[in-house]
């Protein structure tokens, strides 16, 4: 089983730049769809961005769009998303998950979430 730790994450001010890591241990990590995924305070997890197993086809929230990347290195096991232009409402609790999909209902993570890194964009 992939146990992922996430890191990166920390206090930043409107319009600047983050980028978050999310490292893998164990399992297979080139297998599956990878993605991000932010929990404001409040509210439900959702979906920011994902990547396909060799690093092909990229998705993003509409939220995000144009502002984030997601890029993964198989060979090191490393997931990362830079996230650009920082708005107030990009602030949450980031997690990545090795196995996400895309259904009718919205996009599900599937496999091991990591622990969280905290991203918190001051205005």
């Known amino acids: 089983q992939v146990h992922l730790v996430e890191s990166g994450g920390g206090l930043v001010q409107v319009g600047e730049s983050l980028s978050l890591s999310c490292s893998a241990s164990?399992?297979?990590?080139?297998?599956?769809?990878m993605g991000w995924f932010r929990q404001a305070p409040g509210k439900e997890r959702e979906f920011v961005a994902a990547?396909?197993?060799?690093?092909?086809?990229?998705y993003y929230s509409d939220s995000v769009k144009g502002r984030f990347t997601v890029s993964r290195d198989n060979a090191k096991k490393v997931m990362t998303l830079q996230m650009d232009s920082l708005k107030a409402e990009d602030t949450g609790v980031y997690y990545c998950?090795?196995?996400?999909?895309?259904?009718?209902?919205?996009?599900?993570?599937?496999?091991?979430w990591g622990q969280g890194t905290q991203v918190t964009v001051s205005s």
């Open positions: 990547i396909s197993w060799d690093g092909g086809r990229t």
């Open positions: 164990g399992g297979i990590f080139s297998t599956y769809m």
């Open positions: 998950n090795e196995d996400v999909n895309k259904f009718t209902s919205g996009w599900i993570g599937s496999g091991s």
